[in-house]
């Protein structure tokens, strides 16, 4: 991790299982293209299968549709004519043998130092499925495999499903993506704390009072009833993305920037996470959801998540980590806001403005390109001594490195690549995530309606006070000149 020039990349056969569901269409399909396109894999082969019953040329249209729609820029008809060829389907009944052949026709052409990577983009209790079917095929050597959440449903399945797996694949072979730590923020988060000097001596509970980790989407099901049904606000996202940033922000300064260390240091903040209490955690669902096609009219699905996470190790002893997401929601945002301690006395009187906008507040936002915010309270100008809070900003947006910024799928599928595994997440941190989620999964808290193009059900204020959600924000981000 972290070159600049990556590392240079062996010839690869992608073998893409689920490559006609959403998330192929949204990003792994666009996200090919463009590493191949972008000399970052130059000798990549597609291989595509679904349950779908397609040929070839089928998909090549569909994957057409889906660059066009979700990549980054229109295709050149010579652009296309390039990535077409290097895309086949294979419909997956055709069983094992098939699949075998399409592969090894691939790496044929590719060359003997091929490699094999296999993206699971499949619901969980396909996973199993598909590792079977990759161990019939003879295509477990030589090979990778990259894997989607949720991993499991709870610790038991996610045991079994670990287990499962490393029947066929060691760990070495696995790579379980958490997209949110492809994202550049979030790899920015780890410049932040360790390439400065700064800031990690404040980083405790010494000087920081709570840190909000908030990601509210405004998207709606999107068509994802099935999966969302099964699924969940808390298994969607929580126990995947927002605890994984929770981790980057706040591990122990690992030994190298190198996977293993990465890993070790995550893992104990999982290890001395608290169980989750139910009393702390807010569950909603959306006014409206049960009416919604493929909903159960009796759902108890939550649409909308709000808990207290708490990390009992010297560094955090005492501050509260509050989380929130949910869909249906007023605005899609996606950030991390650190709220410090106040002056111990101020020598300000009231009425001058003094902590009269909160504490000082560090913000990353999670934005595609990285934002950040420092407030800190500031003189208004002219006479007497009233108090303003003011901050520092910077967006990467702003800069003119903006265009090198990968996307979080393209990022991970890359280091995949590359045998990288600093920014994936171990079977171990998997484990210990649902361990510490057990007593929320046992006694779910009823959920709570809330309207549609809200911030959340009311309960959300009781369970943060005395202290206030920063979002929505009460001064916007400064806008680009
Ligand atoms: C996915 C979830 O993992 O992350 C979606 O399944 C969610 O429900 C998405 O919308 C959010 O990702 P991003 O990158 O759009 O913030």
Redesign the pocket.
């Given at each position: 991790m972290g070159q600049d020039a990556p590392p240079q990349t062996d010839p690869h056969v992608v073998v893409l299982f689920g490559a006609t569901g959403d998330l192929a269409k949204r990003k792994l399909i666009p996200g090919l293209f463009y590493l191949s396109q972008h000399l970052l894999c130059p000798n990549m082969r597609i291989v595509a299968t679904s349950l779908d019953d397609l040929d070839t040329e089928q998909f090549r249209t569909a994957a057409k549709e889906a660059v066009h729609s979700f990549g980054r820029k229109q295709l050149t008809p010579d652009e296309w004519a390039a990535f077409e060829k290097i895309v086949t389907y294979v419909p997956q009944g055709k069983g094992p043998g098939v699949l075998a052949e399409a592969v090894a026709e691939q790496q044929t052409e590719l060359g003997p130092d091929t490699r094999l990577l296999h993206y699971l983009s499949v619901p969980p209790r396909a996973a199993t499925i598909v590792v079977k079917t990759l161990e019939e095929a003879g295509l477990v050597k030589n090979a990778r495999i990259i894997m989607e959440?949720p991993f499991g449903t709870d610790l038991a399945s996610a045991v079994k499903l670990n287990a499962a797996i490393h029947e066929v694949f060691d760990e070495s072979q696995i790579f379980r993506i958490d997209?949110?730590l492809g994202?550049e923020p979030a790899q920015n988060i780890l410049a932040f704390r360790f390439a400065n000097g700064l800031f990690e001596p404040i980083w405790n509970r010494n000087f920081i009072e709570h840190i909000q980790i908030d990601?509210p989407?405004s998207?709606t099901l999107e068509g994802r009833a099935q999966f969302y049904e099964q699924t969940g606000a808390f298994k969607?996202?929580v126990v995947?993305?927002l605890f994984q940033i929770l981790a980057f922000m706040a591990m122990e300064p690992p030994t190298e920037l190198a996977p293993q260390a990465i890993s070790i240091e995550k893992n104990k903040v999982f290890r001395s996470m608290k169980p989750l209490e139910p009393a702390n955690v807010v569950r909603g669902q959306v006014r409206g959801y049960r009416e919604e096609p493929g909903v159960s009219p009796e759902s108890d699905t939550e649409t909308f998540i709000a808990l207290k996470a708490e990390i009992g190790n010297w560094r955090w002893a005492g501050v509260p980590f509050y989380l929130r997401t949910g869909k249906y929601l007023a605005a899609g945002q996606?950030i991390i806001s650190i709220a410090f301690r106040e002056p111990p006395s101020s020598m300000f009187p009231a009425g001058s403005g003094i902590g009269a906008h909160g504490p000082n507040h560090l913000t990353f936002d999670l934005a595609d390109a990285s934002k950040m915010s420092l407030s800190f309270y500031g003189k208004r100008p002219g006479p007497g001594m009233r108090l303003d809070k003011l901050s520092l900003q910077f967006a990467m947006q702003e800069t003119d490195r903006v265009g090198d910024v990968l996307e979080?799928y393209e990022r991970l599928i890359l280091d995949a690549m590359h045998g990288d595994h600093t920014l994936f997440t171990t079977s171990e941190g998997i484990e210990r995530l649902w361990e510490i989620s057990q007593p929320l999964l046992d006694d779910p808290p009823p959920v709570r309606g809330y309207d549609a193009g809200s911030w959340g059900p009311n309960a959300i204020h009781q369970l943060i006070a005395p202290r206030a959600w920063r979002l929505p924000f009460e001064r916007v981000w400064r806008a680009k000149k």
């Open positions: 959440k997209h949110f994202k990601v989407e998207l969607d996202m995947t993305h996606r979080a």
